[in-house]
């Protein structure tokens, strides 16, 4: 498999900002990236509170994962109506597992 990096995709500087846009678009924007988007969600916690107890080594940590979540948000540009859509999948992800979907 032959890696690609932006240098090699957009020679041109003014130009890669378009290109990564546009490759973060196409691999979140599809079913399984929709997925994938608020699995991350849930992982990181970015729409939950952060537990109260939490030390300055473990509160980075969570702030770096949020970070980076807040990256790919910022690359696919969703509009708010789509945005409250994965919040709320991302939340349905948190939710404990039920053996009956009715419970749910």
Do not use: N
């Not at 109506?81 to 919040?87: N, R, S, T």
């Amino acid at each position: 498999m032959v890696w690609h990096c932006l240098r090699r995709i957009a020679r041109r500087r003014g130009d890669r900002a378009a290109v990564i846009e546009r490759a973060y678009r196409s691999v979140f924007l599809c079913p399984d990236g929709e997925t994938v988007l608020a699995d991350l969600a849930a992982e990181c916690g970015i729409y939950q509170a952060p537990p109260v107890e939490l030390g300055p080594r473990e509160s980075g940590y969570l702030d770096g994962r949020k970070a980076l979540y807040a990256r790919i948000l910022s690359m696919i540009r969703i509009p708010p109506e789509e945005h409250a859509a994965l919040q709320a999948a991302a939340r349905l992800e948190t939710l404990p597992d039920f053996e009956h979907e009715e419970d749910f």
